[in-house]
C-alpha cells in the first residue's frame, strides 16, 4: 500500500524552534453577496527568540491574521498551532486559561478599561493569573517607570494622550511575561525614542528561546528590529525576508529591502 503525500496544511512542523504555525488559514466576514474571504489561505511561521513582523497595504488582512493567532477570532478552515497547542482543540475556559498565561496582546485601538487607572489597567492580565491585585500594580508600576509614565500611574483613560494610553496597552501587554506577545501597530503614535524603547523591550523579551514576539507595523523606523519580515498582501503571504546575523547588536543591523512580489 502506497503511503499518500500529506496537504501542505497538514504538515505542521514538530520544531521547539517553531512558536507559531499558520497552514492554510482562512477568514471569511458577512453574508450572501457581501461575504467576503479577507484571509485567503495563509501560511506563516513566528519562531520562539524571533520578532517576526507582519507588514502590508491597508486592508490586507494584518489585524484580522493577528486575532485569530491571538484566540479572538476563530478561523473558517486551515490550522493554527500555538505554543504547541493545536488551538481550535481549545475551548472554553481551557482557551481562556491558554490566553491568559501565554499570550499578550496589544490591540491596534488600545482597548483599555475607562473606569479603570492606568496602572490598574496596566495590571489586568496579572489579576486574570490570580495575582493579587497589590502585587500586580506595583509589577504594573515598575513597567510604566521603563516607560516613561511614572506621573500617569492614577490617570484615567480619558485622561491620557494616545500615545500615553497606547503605552499602558503595551505595559498590559508585556507584564505578565507572556511567552508570545502579539502587537498591532505597537509605534503607531509614539515618538522616535518611546518607539525604540518599547521595540528595545520586545526584543529584550523575544531574545529568549521559550518566547516569540509578532509586530503588525506600518511604521519604517523599527524595521531593523526585525529577524524575519512577512510581507501580505490582499489575504496571503506574499514572501519572507530575513534580516542578516548580526554582527554586534541586532538593533542596529540594517534594514532589508521590502521583498516586493511582482
Ligand atoms: N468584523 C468584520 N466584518 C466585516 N469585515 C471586516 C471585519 N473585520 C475586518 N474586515 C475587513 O477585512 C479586511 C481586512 O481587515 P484588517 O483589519 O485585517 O486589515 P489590516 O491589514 O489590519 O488593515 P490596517 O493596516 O488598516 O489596520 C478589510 O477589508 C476590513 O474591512
Ligand atoms: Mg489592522
Redesign the pocket.
Known amino acids: 500500500m502506497s503511503v499518500a503525500t500529506a496537504p501542505a496544511f497538514n504538515a505542521l512542523p514538530s520544531s521547539p524552534a517553531v512558536a507559531v504555525t499558520c497552514r492554510g488559514v482562512v477568514k471569511e ?2 453574508s450572501g453577496q457581501t461575504r ?1 474571504r ?1 484571509l485567503r489561505g495563509v501560511d506563516m511561521d513566528a519562531n520562539f527568540g524571533e520578532i517576526t513582523f507582519l507588514v ?1 497595504p ?8 493577528i486575532s485569530i493567532i491571538a484566540g479572538l477570532l476563530t478561523p473558517d478552515a486551515g490550522q493554527l498551532d500555538v505554543l504547541g497547542q493545536r488551538l481550535g482543540k481549545l475551548r472554553g475556559g481551557r482557551l481562556v486559561d491558554f490566553l491568559a498565561h501565554n499570550l499578550g496582546f496589544i490591540f ?1 485601538q488600545f482597548n483599555l478599561i475607562p473606569t479603570l487607572t492606568a496602572v490598574e489597567n496596566a495590571s489586568v492580565s496579572l489579576v486574570a493569573q490570580g495575582v493579587g491585585l497589590g502585587k500586580a500594580v506595583k509589577m504594573a508600576g515598575e513597567m510604566f517607570d521603563r516607560l516613561g509614565m511614572k506621573d500617569q500611574r492614577y490617570k484615567y483613560p480619558n485622561q491620557l494622550s494616545g500615545g500615553q494610553q497606547q503605552r499602558v496597552a503595551i505595559a498590559r501587554a508585556l507584564v505578565h511575561k507572556p511567552r508570545l506577545v502579539i502587537c498591532d501597530e505597537p509605534t503607531a503614535s509614539l515618538d522616535a525614542e518611546t518607539g525604540r524603547a518599547v521595540m528595545l523591550m520586545l526584543k529584550e523579551l523575544a531574545l529568549a528561546s521559550t518566547r516569540a514576539v509578532i509586530v ?1 507595523t ?1 511604521d519604517d523606523r523599527i524595521h531593523s528590529f526585525a529577524d524575519r519580515i512577512n510581507h501580505m498582501s490582499d489575504g496571503l503571504i506574499t514572501g519572507v525576508t530575513t534580516q542578516p546575523p548580526p554582527d554586534v547588536d541586532s538593533t542596529r543591523s540594517p534594514v532589508q529591502p521590502a521583498h516586493q512580489e511582482s
Open positions: 466576514f458577512g467576503i479577507v502590508g491597508s486592508g490586507c488582512g494584518k489585524t484580522t491574521l491596534q503588525v506600518h
